[in-house]
Structure formats: structure tokens, C-alpha cells
């Protein structure tokens, strides 16, 4: 059983340009849970997905920032118009649910790095 | 309001010396907890979590924790450090949602 997928592993954008980041959760699970870690920073949650469906996106910039979990394929956290500021760690986790299942597996995260 | 506080930033212990790094939450009823470790350039690899039950739990790779609630605390125990746990440790709540401290990096001295 494959664990948490992310892709790219390493992207790097020019200033104004889109990032889009991937993350496929484990088989079966159908929760998905962005985080992001600046430099010396601890975890910062951005999303929280089912499928189709945002459930709390209380983290997320209101700008340029989204971020999709469609019925099919993996999940999406796209960021527009990156800026400097935006060069981070970004992490995906997945859970099969809440209650005694809500145990979230990690992605070795995608690490954006914003010229 | 809720929180997760891990009062060290950074912690240096010799290399076969007992370690203990500090948790501490602020919630209405008792999350669900957990310690993650994440080693230079990776992901979080869980180490132990609790539920319910038996309120001291044992982790992978040596590591043990215990729950206070009278001190709402979770404190991640090792007796004796190896230098591969050099790393930063992340402890974790989870009620509604699921919330991490800032982190503790730990050093190991040979």
C-alpha cells in the first residue's frame, strides 16, 4: 500500500507564475490535509478536503490560494501570482476519517522555491 | 482558545542521555494526541499516539509518552539518545481539527 504521494518534490517558479501541487492520499483515504512550513517554522494548516468537498479552509490566504480535491484524481493546492513569500514546504496528509481513525499520514512534501 | 504549546525551540543532549520534550494544550475536552518526527528535508513520520486508555503509550524507535490531564500535558520521553534522533519533533492535537506546535529541534552531542 503506496503511502502519500506528492509531486513535484522540488518546484521553482518565477515571481507572478502559477504553482500547482499534487497529492495523492492513501488508498482509501478519502481526507486530504494541506500544511505549510515556512523556513524555521513549525507546520501551519492551511486546508482540510474531502472529496469534492472544502471543509475548513480557515488557514488559507484569501487571496491566490486554492485548493481542490476532485471526485477523480488527486488533490490540487494551487497558488497563483507566486510571490517571495510563498517559498515554503508544502505538505499533504491524508486520514480515513475522524474519531479513532483520524490518525494523518504525511507526504514527503513539495518544496516551492520562488525566483 | 485552543492551542498546542512546546515551550523548548531547541534542545542539545549527549548522546546516550535520557530526553524529555515538553507538550502542552489548551483545550475544552481531551484531544486526541501525537508526536511526529521530521528529519532534515522530509516528511513527518508519526512516532506514538494516544486516544484513550493506558496513559502512558509506547512509540517507535524507543520513544515513550505520557498524558497528564490534570497538567493537560504530553511529554515525549526517551531513556537514552541515539545521534540518528537528531531531528525536530512535533507534537499534535487533534479535536475538531487537527493542530501542531511550533517544534522542538533536538541536537545530539557525541
Known amino acids: 500500500n503506496a503511502g502519500v504521494m506528492q509531486n513535484p518534490r522540488h518546484l521553482v517558479r518565477r515571481r507572478g507564475q502559477e504553482a500547482r501541487l499534487r497529492c495523492s492520499p492513501m488508498?482509501?483515504?478519502?481526507?486530504v490535509y494541506w500544511y505549510r512550513q515556512l523556513p524555521e517554522e513549525g507546520l501551519k494548516f492551511m486546508v482540510y478536503l474531502q472529496k469534492e468537498n472544502i471543509i475548513d479552509e480557515s488557514g488559507m490566504p484569501k487571496e491566490r490560494f486554492s485548493a481542490e480535491f476532485p471526485k477523480e484524481g488527486p488533490s490540487i493546492l494551487r497558488i497563483q501570482q507566486v510571490v517571495r513569500g510563498d517559498s515554503a514546504a508544502y505538505f499533504c496528509a491524508s486520514s480515513l476519517g475522524t474519531g479513532d481513525t483520524y490518525e494523518q499520514y504525511f507526504g514527503p512534501g513539495t518544496r516551492l522555491t520562488v525566483t | 482558545a485552543q492551542s498546542v504549546t512546546q515551550p523548548d525551540i531547541h534542545i542539545t543532549v549527549s548522546e546516550g542521555a535520557s530526553l524529555e520534550l515538553r507538550c502542552n494544550y489548551s483545550?475544552?475536552?481531551?484531544?486526541?494526541l501525537f508526536w511526529y518526527v521530521q528529519s532534515p528535508g522530509q516528511g513527518l513520520q508519526l512516532l506514538l499516539k494516544y486516544f484513550s486508555g493506558d496513559t502512558l503509550v509506547q512509540g517507535i524507535k524507543g520513544f515513550e509518552a505520557e498524558f497528564k490531564r490534570s497538567q493537560s500535558s504530553f511529554n515525549l520521553r526517551k531513556p537514552s539518545v541515539h545521534w540518528s534522533d537528531a531531528a525536530e519533533y512535533f507534537c499534535?492535537?487533534?479535536?475538531?481539527?487537527?493542530?501542531f506546535g511550533a517544534g522542538t529541534r533536538l541536537t545530539v552531542k557525541p
Open positions: 488508498k482509501g483515504h478519502s481526507h
Open positions: 483545550y475544552g475536552a481531551t484531544p486526541y
Open positions: 499534535a492535537v487533534a479535536l475538531n481539527d487537527m493542530r
